[in-house]
């Protein structure tokens, strides 16, 4: 159990370390911003609580006390739980109501901080087993200190939950609405984590055994950080994920395009306006080299006009099973396959092609267009 335990922690530090490292990336043009000091704050508290987490797995004492490592963590969990609120406050709320809204979650974390020390030191916490801080063990001094610190959790994670619904409706702005239902779902994953740490509590003051089920509050705790890391850090990273997303999805495109694009260029080599051995154009030009393909495959599939013969089934008509526009992709392929095989021998079909447009699929847009003829050519090389 141990070992998951502690693989929880470090998955959950890791997380926190990634987003304040990208936060802190951006502290040139952000550090005199008050929501973006407090986001950093908030990210190094995540860090230190998570950091002594892993420290407490590791060993009965830190800097030579007894256990100090979980009061460290647990105090700065508090801390980060407010940080968390404060910054959706910034976020969502007029200012002078966050401002007074801010103080209330600052005297209530401090004086839950102190309840915290008073209650660790009353308790003995130094001279203790590390083990009754993960159940209590049944002492009473024990059990309120660790029901104090769930409340300090679960109670943040019922607001930040309760608030981020309505202000994701009432925000313009989409990155903003996406972290805060990131934030929400996180709020949800880490009560739940609470949930069941309460659970492991009680059961253990009344002297039952739930075994491996135990380790249920640990995994919560790291999904709902990573998740709550992802909420924090969204809204400056989800522009440049979408655009690694859009770059890799043109070159799947342009790499399944390939065999199409390379048949129907050489039975008409001139519909490539930069023909292979030509000065290469930069890969990281990718949108211009997608669109010359469509253009090629578009400019080789009129030449074979001649060859369709439009007296042939389509081989699409064959698989009544498959939907309608897998058989028409599949019809089309089939065509450009036989009219390539004509076009090679020569042989002109008395019922050609020879005009009109591309079946009942022109694509008014590019995005529609490289869709369309992608499963064209996924068709294409399945059947050729």
């Known amino acids: ?22 936060r802190l990336c951006q502290a040139g043009r952000s550090r005199r911003d008050t929501a973006y000091r407090t986001l950093v704050v908030t990210l190094l508290l995540q860090c230190l609580t998570f950091t002594m987490g892993a420290v407490a797995m590791g ?20 801390a980060f739980c407010v940080s968390a609120q404060i910054i959706l406050l910034r976020w969502a709320t007029a200012t002078e109501e966050a401002a007074r809204r801010v103080r209330h979650w600052l005297i209530t974390g401090t004086a839950l901080s102190a309840l915290l020390i008073a209650l660790f030191f009353v308790a003995d916490g130094p001279g203790r087993p590390a083990t ?18 769930v409340v300090s959790q679960a109670v943040p994670c ?27 779902v996180a709020a949800v994953v880490l009560f739940l984590y609470c949930t069941c740490r309460t659970v492991n509590i009680l059961t253990a003051a009344a002297g039952i055994d739930i075994g491996a089920w135990q380790l249920a509050s640990n995994v919560f705790s790291a999904a709902g950080i990573v998740l709550l890391s992802l909420g924090l850090t969204i809204s400056s990273w989800e522009a440049s994920a979408a655009k690694l997303l859009d770059w890799l999805r043109s070159y799947r495109s342009y ?39 469509v253009i090629e495959i578009r400019d080789g599939w009129r030449d074979l006009r001649p060859y369709i013969d439009r007296s042939a089934a389509g081989a699409g008509e064959t698989d009544p099973g498959a939907g309608h526009e897998h058989r028409q992709a599949l019809a089309e392929a089939a065509q450009i396959r036989q009219a390539l095989q004509a076009k090679r021998t020569g042989t002109v079909p008395d019922h050609s092609k020879d005009a009109g447009g591309f079946e009942d699929r022109d694509p008014d847009n590019f995005t529609a267009e490289v869709a369309w003829l992608t499963q064209v050519a996924s068709v294409y090389r399945k059947i050729s």
């Not at 159990?1 to 990208?22: D, E, G, Q």
């Not at 800097?63 to 105090?75: K, S």
């Not at 801080?133 to 610190?149: C, K």
Request: net charge positive; hydrophobic share 45%.
């Open 59 to 78: 060993g009965d004492s830190f800097l030579g006390v007894g256990n100090l490592a979980i009061l460290v963590m647990h105090v700065s969990a508090v």
């Open 158 to 184: 019922v607001t930040i939950f309760r608030q981020c619904g309505p202000y994701a409706r009432m925000t313009g702005k989409a990155s903003l609405r996406q972290a805060l239902r990131l934030l929400s």
């Open 255 to 293: 790499r399944a395009l390939y065999p199409l694009w390379r048949d129907l260029y050489e039975a008409s080599p001139d519909i490539v306006l930069e023909p292979p051995g030509a000065a290469p154009v930069p890969v990281s030009d990718l949108n211009y080299r997608l669109h010359r393909r």
């Open 132 to 149: 009754d801080f993960n159940t209590g063990s049944g002492q009473p001094l024990v059990l309120a200190y660790l029901l104090v610190f």
């Open 1 to 22: 159990m141990n070992t998951t335990r502690t693989l929880c922690f470090v998955i959950a530090a890791l997380s926190s370390y990634a987003a304040l490292a990208y």
